[in-house]
């Protein structure tokens, strides 16, 4: 799996200043592409960005950010501002690096935190997309690696389906250019994935680009306990990747990863089958590693996890489906304050999908607001 860690900051910081240096003759007071700001403000905020991740990693920021910012001195010229975003990705590009994995730091949106691959992906984005803004308005020309772009997409844009060159889409995902079929965006968010604690393990949400590694039979960037991943961890990995492709995946109704966290291993994966239906029903699923079972890991995951859902405006009610024999399953739901429901497809979300597995060898639970 290629990482998004400090080289990638490295590389994305490489390839604008050396695109940039082509213009430091040219007027900077200019307009940056359709942002407000004159190409040398943006400047300034790329490098007030990526000193303010690597602050928030490092001081280990949990309910704000930390209150300090950078700004170029008066009489600072173009080639003194390109020194400065050198120098911030360089200490962005070291917290990364130096940054635990298990480590979350505050960011406002859209879940309020992200770890050390969150702050390199948006580091890396504001180095791309406002580079491309400087470039608009100098007159420059700039195209940064289809694979640095993809990095940032399956990592902050789980829920833009992918375009025909990754570029073209990061920009229009960005309301900075079109894509042919799609109507043209005016505000959009990036998604820092969706990270649940849940005593001793956290559930962390699987992105696209984990996702895509897990069904290729990679780690998906996590440590896994002696066993892991078990299959329908990858089975679960290809419909989320399947979700991302065409579209329609909403990263918090998709599948999360189970974190130890006494030691930062994976030992499981739970999930939902898809976003709640018209009656605010969502179905849930998950397993575990088998050398983790029987230490109540998935009951306090799906306690957590059951929190969640059914403190939102659009769940009524969260389904199960097990084996009528898995009594270590039934167990689980019950333990999470799930209780047994006659069953009829219509409970389910996706009955249509699972008409063929859901018969008589199976039961179905029930967990209401």
């Known amino acids: 799996m290629r990482t998004m860690g400090g080289e990638r900051v490295t590389e994305a910081v490489a390839g604008a200043v050396a695109a940039l240096r082509a213009g430091v003759d040219r007027d900077w007071g200019v307009r940056a592409g359709r942002v407000e700001w004159s190409c040398r ?45 050198e120098t911030t990705g360089a200490m962005l590009a070291a917290a990364v690096a130096t940054t635990p994995h298990e480590v979350r730091a505050f960011h406002p949106y859209p879940f309020r935190s992200a770890n050390r691959e969150g702050f390199a992906a948006m580091g890396v984005a504001e180095v791309l997309l406002h580079t491309h803004d400087i470039a608009e308005g100098l007159g420059l020309a700039y195209e940064p690696p289809a694979e640095l772009c993809e990095d940032v997409l399956t990592r902050l844009f789980p829920h833009v389906r992918p375009g025909p060159e990754p570029w073209p889409t990061l920009l229009w995902a960005t309301g900075r250019g079109d894509l042919p079929g799609r109507a043209p965006v005016t505000e959009w968010r990036w998604h820092n994935n969706l990270v649940i604690p849940a005593g001793r393990v956290t559930l962390q949400g699987l992105t696209p680009a984990a996702a895509a590694d897990l069904r290729a039979g990679g780690t998906g960037g996590f440590e896994w306990i002696d066993g892991g991943p078990f299959d329908t961890t990858r089975d679960a990995a290809g419909i989320v990747l399947k ?30 089958h898809g976003t709640p239906d018209d009656e605010g029903r969502a ?36 389904l199960a489906v097990t084996d009528r024999d898995n009594t270590l399953s039934q167990g689980v739901l019950e333990r999470a304050g799930f209780t047994r429901a006659e069953f009829t497809q219509a409970e389910f979300t996706r009955a249509g999908e699972n008409a063929g597995t859901y018969k008589g060898e199976t039961h179905a639970y029930i967990r209401q607001r």
């Open 41 to 85: 403000r943006t400047a300034e905020h790329v490098a007030s960005d990526l000193i303010a991740y690597a602050g928030q990693l490092a001081g280990r920021a949990q309910d704000d950010y930390v209150p300090f910012e950078i700004t170029l001195e008066d009489g600072t010229g173009t080639v003194g501002a390109l020194q400065v975003i």
């Open 283 to 318: 179905e849930v699923g998950y397993d575990l590693v088998e050398a983790a079972r029987g230490h109540g890991y998935a009951t306090e995951a799906l306690r957590a996890l059951a929190a969640w859902a059914l403190a939102r405006d659009d769940v009524e009610r969260l």
């Open 243 to 272: 979700a991302y492709e065409t579209g329609v995946h909403r990263p918090e109704w998709g599948v999360f990863v189970l974190v130890r966290s006494e030691d930062g291993r994976a030992v499981g994966s739970m999930g939902f």
